[in-house]
């Protein structure tokens, strides 16, 4: 028995030593696997995220990297201790173990990053911006700690910090002792990690960085990009909130702060060491430092001492502006540029819709067409400001403020322009009637059409009270321009400081010179050729100005709209598929506006943007009302010149006699007794009025043409049913109203304002008509 029971415990004894021996086996392969998984993690985590980075490292090395290859081990193998080889060659796999593992785990990240294939309406704003500043904020992480501050610490400073979280429980005296024991510790712990790891040589590490954020940082910025367009597309406060987000995690105070503050090295050392600028900045812009200004501050120089600041001015590395800031900025470009596109497009849309939808001539109620043109141009004017502020709401930060706000204030005077000469062109050419002989029907829809469209450019001229803020002089091309090289503060000349800019003479010349029968008006092709002809020795492009700016397809410039009026891309027609096509024409006015870019504008009077819009307006108000006068009177001037013909035709087929007798004419010598008895009644009352010496006439006056009164009557009743209480209020406030918005007012000799309002511009155009 007791030789069955010693087998029995021999027999478990042995089998205890196989599961001991191999449960053993299996630790390398589990340490290896934890060691990948700790470094496919990202190591943010002040010292503790550096202390895990150098021991899976050690780790690596000591158990031989050569044969672990990620999920390729077989479940059977296990790895083995191996005496170190040639330690260069295991620093160099270490090196690229460790940023291979950064790299999989920031592509991870940026697949997360990606949006599920939805329409951008169903995608729900809060939760994008939320799970997008999340992501970018660990891809930030990644970047500044894993891949360039611990890295640099354990690689080249082979030391790195450490924490104890019961020291954070010490106070009073206990505390000196606990930190100096910590700091012992501390030691012991990185000298036993670091000492199991080879020598690294920095300039192959600073090339291995440099390498890998040259690879990876086009690739985030363009999946930053298309995320941060379908952000934009919500509102452009969410666009700004995950904008502040990103700063504060990369040149933020508290951040810069955060990275300096681990004990062993700063982040300019780090940055230093790891990052080669030359290869690193190839398609990448970086903030700039100077000597006299903090290396972090980011604050704009003033204009006397940015001479001076240029010639020591050095390019730093800088994780917003080689990841975020150009990227923003080109965002609030094209942020601006569909916006503005997009009011365009809804403003003529709405009026194409009125249009449409208003009742026949007779029909159309005064009030109506001024409510409906009322709504357009305070919409317009709501959507240009709420692009302003949208686009202000994306200058949240104050190291960058002055220079950003300068930038945007320049593209929201360039954008407005373009939008407002491109309003103005599509209304004119609204205007333009059919060739050939229209019916009675088309006339009078080309009347309820210039009634509304001049309605509508009347409000305008007083109701866009966000053009004088976005137009503002100080904020053209030209002025900033004129800054930049130094024209205001730098000394600069006024020739310097207006080079690549044209004036309105320049292009009044060569628009004169493509206007061959002097009409005012050329057509597109030939204002592409003005504007390069007017900006040729200067950057810019004419003729892909007035394309861009007119939103012009290459395919539609020469050929002929289809019938439906609408060209894709392009700029739209009349509606009516009946008439034939608006012609495609600029007025010089019009390109003024259109090369806002590249022109200089004056500061105020009539060659202003202000001005430009003003008499642009004025020119198509008073050809609408002169049209729709024209046709509103054409009825009744129809049936007074019928009868005014059916009368001479009488007067030639009848005696003079007959005629005077007719139309009441006949003197007090004729035999007719009853004529003869009016023309005395007539006498005696005209001598009672004219005294004793007048008491014979020499003439009778006959009664006044009904045909006449009636004409006149008639034009009354069209003045009488075509406007409305509002049309007799003040257009504007005060003359200081006016001023700002560009109106030049006509005073009299007491200093009151001449503005006319729209019952004395639809009165003068009836009369002008009428008489």
Not at 37 to 49: I, Y
Not at 138 to 148: A, F, R
Not at 204 to 212: D, G, N, W, Y
């Given at each position: ?24 086996q299996?630790?390398?392969?589990r ?39 990620a ?13 170190p ?71 080249v ?12 429980d ?35 590490l ?90 972090r ?23 917003w ?107 004119r050419?609204?205007?333009v ?61 006024a ?31 030939e204002?592409?050729?003005?504007m390069?002809s ?5 950057h ?232």
């Amino acid at each position: 028995n007791s030789n069955n029971s010693n087998n029995q415990h021999q027999q478990m004894l042995e089998t205890q030593m196989k599961m001991v021996y191999l449960h053993m086996q299996t630790l390398p392969a589990r340490t290896v696997k934890m060691a990948r998984r700790a470094l496919l993690r990202s190591a943010a985590t002040r010292g503790a995220g550096a202390h895990a980075t150098a021991a899976a490292l050690s780790a690596l090395d000591l158990l031989d990297i050569d044969r672990q290859k990620a999920n390729s081990l077989p479940s059977s193998s296990t790895p083995k201790v191996v005496a170190p080889t040639d330690p260069s060659s295991r620093a160099a796999k270490l090196i690229d173990l460790y940023y291979d593992s950064k790299a999989r785990l920031l592509n991870k990240l940026l697949e997360r990053l990606a949006l599920p294939n939805m329409a951008a309406g169903a995608v729900d704003a809060t939760s994008v911006t939320n799970a997008a500043e999340l992501v970018l904020s660990k891809i930030v992480s990644i970047l500044q700690y894993d891949v360039i501050l611990h890295p640099f610490q354990i690689f080249v400073l082979r030391k790195f910090p450490v924490n104890n979280d019961d020291t954070s429980d010490r106070n009073g005296g206990e505390r000196g002792a606990t930190m100096k024991m910590f700091t012992n510790a501390t030691s012991k712990i990185v000298d036993a990690i670091m000492s199991t790891l080879p020598q690294f040589d920095p300039d192959l590490l600073k090339s291995k960085a440099s390498r890998f954020l040259a690879a990876h940082l086009p690739l985030i910025r363009t999946k930053v990009k298309s995320i941060l367009v379908i952000i934009a597309g919500t509102t452009a406060s969410k666009l700004g909130q995950i904008r502040q987000t990103l700063y504060d995690k990369t040149d933020g105070m508290e951040c810069m702060a955060a990275l300096d503050n681990n004990g062993v090295c700063t982040w300019d050392e780090a940055v230093g060491g790891m990052v080669d600028i030359r290869v690193v900045s190839h398609g990448t812009t970086f903030a700039t430092t100077t000597t006299t200004t903090n290396a972090r501050g980011g604050g704009s120089m003033n204009g006397q001492s940015a001479q001076q600041a240029t010639t020591t001015t050095t390019r730093r590395f800088s994780l917003w502006g080689a990841l975020f800031s150009n990227t923003f900025s080109s965002l609030v470009h094209s942020l601006l540029t569909s916006s503005f596109s997009s009011v365009h497009v809804r403003v003529v849309s709405t009026l194409r819709t009125s249009l449409a939808r208003a009742p026949p001539f007779e029909s159309m109620l005064p009030h109506e067409a001024h409510r409906n043109a009322l709504r357009i141009a305070t919409d317009l004017d709501a959507s240009l400001r709420r692009v302003s502020d949208d686009a202000h709401e994306l200058l949240v930060h104050a190291e960058e403020r002055e220079e950003s706000e300068r930038r945007l204030r320049q593209s929201l005077y360039v954008q407005t322009c373009e939008i407002m000469g491109r309003l103005l062109n599509e209304l004119r050419r609204m205007l333009v009637v059919g060739y050939g002989r229209m019916s009675e029907g088309e006339e009078k829809e080309d009347a309820t059409k210039v009634l509304i469209v001049g309605r509508l450019c009347h409000l305008l001229k007083f109701r866009l009270k966000s053009l004088p803020t976005l137009l503002d002089p100080k904020s053209s091309p030209a002025v900033l321009a004129a800054r930049g090289l130094g024209g205001v503060n730098g000394g600069g000349t006024a020739k310097s400081s207006s080079y690549g800019m044209i004036t309105l003479t320049e292009l009044s010349g060569s628009f004169d010179l493509a206007d061959d029968d002097d009409d005012g008006l050329i057509s597109f092709d030939e204002a592409m050729e003005a504007m390069e002809s007017a900006f040729s020795g200067t950057h810019f492009q004419g003729a892909e100005m007035v394309r861009d700016t007119l939103l012009l397809s290459s395919s539609s410039i020469g050929d002929a709209p289809p019938s439906g009026g609408v060209v894709a891309n392009g700029p739209s027609f009349a509606p009516n598929g009946t008439h034939q096509a608006t012609p495609q024409n600029v007025t010089l006015s019009e390109l003024a506006l259109l090369s806002a870019r590249g022109l200089r504008h004056d500061a105020a009077g009539p060659e202003s943007a202000l001005g430009t819009i003003q008499s642009s307006l004025d020119n198509i108000v008073h050809k609408c009302f002169r049209e729709w006068a024209r046709a509103a009177l054409s009825p009744p001037l129809h049936s007074f010149a019928t009868t005014l013909r059916e009368r001479i035709g009488v007067a030639a087929r009848v005696s003079d006699m007959e005629w005077r007798r007719l139309n009441g004419l006949i003197g007090s010598k004729d035999d007719d007794v009853l004529l003869k008895e009016i023309s005395e009644s007539k006498g005696e009352n005209q001598s009672e009025l004219l005294g004793e010496g007048s008491r014979t006439l020499t003439a009778a006056v006959g009664e006044v043409s009904p045909h006449v009164v009636s004409y006149l009557l008639a034009v009354a009743g069209v003045l009488n049913r075509s406007v409305c209480p509002a049309d007799s209020l003040p257009p504007v406030p005060s003359v200081e109203y006016a001023e700002a918005l560009g109106i030049s007012s006509s005073t009299d000799s007491n200093k009151e304002t001449m503005i006319p309002n729209m019952i004395v511009l639809i009165r003068g155009s009836l009369l002008g008509e009428a008489l």
